[in-house]
């Protein structure tokens, strides 16, 4: 094995190791939403539009305790909405990402019912949830991940804040997704294959990656003619004072 496979296997479990510690003590993600959660595209209006506000009684009730905190002089339905939302933010806990790549462009791109959705690099699950609560139940949610503990906590979040009338079905996969080669060929037993997608999303996972060409290429062959793949990630260029670039949620970059 060459020294850079030595430092890129290195590098590989690194990461592994480090957001599957991150998810198993219990993560903060749910902190990030708190501060910046609107600013990222996870706003009320769209956990609506996600079917992650119709929850039912018995899931409120395992946050009675909060109810208590809350401020007395609230009518009974800002109770109720309170409740969901902190119920929700418990979703982000073990959240790594950035913006919601289903929000691109004024949700111009935002799946359809009965779509099929590949999210790469799926962490813990929370953009997942939100796709299969867009597609509905004649829609299709395929999570990849490389750490188990990940995908072992996005199976658990889906059988929390899930119902299986209003959501997608979830499978959740553990792969590599700069290499295509085996992502595409070793899950095809449950549905996994080139062609599949109507919309693939990531969401700051590409940044992580050690053959990026590869990551895009994974992408690329998950989708169906005609297909989109939402990206959100972070990058670092080089300041250029003659360039004005603008981005946030709902817009594009531009220059």
Do not use: W
Not at 6 to 27: H, T
Not at 52 to 67: C, G, I, L, S
């Amino acid at each position: 094995m060459s020294k850079y496979e030595i430092e890129k296997r290195r590098y590989i479990d690194a990461v592994k190791n480090a957001y599957g510690s991150y998810v198993e003590r219990g993560g903060d993600g749910n902190e990030v939403l708190k501060l910046r959660g609107e600013t990222l595209g996870y706003d009320e209006s769209f956990f609506r539009a996600c079917n992650m506000m119709a929850m039912e009684n018995d899931h409120v009730e395992k946050t009675e305790e909060e109810a208590k905190t809350t401020n007395n002089n609230n009518n009974e339905d800002e109770q109720i909405l309170q409740l969901q939302l902190q119920s929700i933010q418990k979703l982000f806990v073990a959240f790594c990402g950035s913006g919601c790549p289903l929000r691109i462009d004024g949700d111009k791109y935002l799946p359809k019912e009965g779509d099929v959705v590949v999210d790469l690099g799926c962490g813990a699950g929370h953009d997942s949830i939100l796709a299969g609560g867009v597609v509905g139940p004649t829609g299709r949610i395929f999570g990849v991940d490389c750490t188990q503990a990940m995908l072992d906590q996005s199976q658990q979040n889906v059988d929390v804040y899930t119902k299986e009338s209003m959501f997608a079905p979830f499978t959740f996969c553990r792969g590599s997704i700069d290499d295509p080669s085996e992502l595409l060929t070793s899950h095809g037993n449950v549905g996994l294959k080139e062609g599949i997608a109507n919309v693939v999303i990531s969401n700051g996972v590409f940044n992580l990656c050690t053959n990026k060409s590869l990551a895009f290429q994974s992408a690329f062959e998950l989708l169906k003619p005609g297909g989109k793949f939402l990206l959100n990630d972070v990058c670092v260029v080089e300041e250029n004072s003659a360039v004005a670039i603008s981005c946030s949620i709902g817009d594009e970059a531009t220059s």
